[in-house]
């Protein structure tokens, strides 16, 4: 494998577990890269970039499940992407190859020391190795940079740390941008993730209350795991069958029906669009309001007109479209 004839990615799941053909000495980097924030980006850059200056391919290995939910289930984070959203930012970064690890519980006991002999350099046949400056990785995550260094004079593989990026003074991190997504501060996660929060989900038959209310909603079923900011209304970006549109977000219980179950459902400003099993993708800009209980559907459709207004003059757009 030396490159490829177009742009497409091109994504391999497991080294260890396919017939796999190493590479000419290229450059890699490893993690989770949960988010594909700009600390994430500043390290893919380097790699691009380093990869352009040796003339050879660039490589970003990651993991699936999230290590977390593997090591400590009863810890595991909230996923601010999933795999599908994580490679497609991959992509649009320009990355040429990912490899997905399986984090199982055979690499979950692999020692930093094996992770590099076995998987980087027995596999990968690394070349150069970029990793941020509080990467660590191997059982209790006892690989870091000292480990690196050591490995890159043993096996003859060059080592680059990039700095971790920084917004409002504070370290960039999935664990601080996960905790704005919650809060509902989506300018401060659009600031950290150097682009809107993503959010997609499969269409699923709802009860059609919207559409009595005048706001026919999609009713979303998102995978598990990903990270849901907290209940209320939302601005945000639908991408619907390769076309853009303008919604609102509803995420929470329907108060007003007396439904505590917690729903995901979007409304596309302007359509009515009746589909199921269709994926949506979204884009999360600006939270909007909290839920609220309402005495009667007409005044919850009130509020509806009072959202849809806010949410209209966010985009740009007046009343009437």
């Known amino acids: 494998m030396t490159g490829f004839e177009d742009d497409t ?40 970039g380093k990869s352009r200056e040796r003339e050879k391919i660039g490589v970003v290995v990651t993991y699936e499940p999230h290590p977390q939910s593997v090591v400590a289930p009863q810890n595991a984070p909230g996923l601010l992407t999933t795999m599908e959203e994580r490679l497609r930012l991959l992509e649009g970064l320009g990355v040429e190859e990912t490899v997905v690890m399986s984090f199982d519980e055979e690499l979950r006991h692999y020692s930093a020391d094996e992770f590099v002999e076995r998987i980087l350099v027995e596999k990968l046949n690394v070349g150069s190795l970029v990793v941020g400056e509080d990467h660590a990785f191997g059982k209790d995550r006892s690989g870091r940079t000292d480990l690196l260094e050591r490995a890159a004079l043993t096996y003859g593989f060059d080592l680059e740390v990039v700095p971790a990026q920084s917004s409002g003074g504070t370290r960039i991190s999935s664990t601080r941008i996960r905790k704005e997504v919650v809060s509902g501060d989506f300018a401060k996660v659009r600031e950290m993730l150097g682009h809107p929060y993503p959010l997609s989900g499969t269409v699923t038959k709802g009860k059609g209350r919207g559409r009595n209310l005048g706001y026919p909603t999609l009713n979303l079923k998102i995978p598990p795991g990903k990270l849901l900011p907290q209940d209320g209304v939302y601005g945000v970006r639908v991408f619907l069958e390769e076309r853009e549109y303008p919604g609102m977000l509803y995420v929470g219980p329907r108060p007003t029906f007396r439904e505590e179950a917690r729903s995901v459902e979007v409304h596309v400003l302007g359509r009515e669009i009746e589909v199921t099993h269709l994926k949506v993708d979204l884009l999360v800009e600006r939270w909007v309001r909290k839920p609220k209980r309402f005495p009667d559907p007409e005044h919850l459709r009130d509020q509806l007109k009072s959202d849809e207004k806010r949410i209209k003059e966010m985009f740009g757009m007046s009343r009437s479209n």
């Open 9 to 48: 990615m091109h994504v391999c799941f497991d080294i260890r577990k396919v017939d796999f053909q190493a590479y000419d000495r290229p450059v890699v980097t490893l993690g989770s890269f949960d988010g594909v924030h700009l600390g994430h980006q500043a390290i893919i850059n380097r790699l691009m």
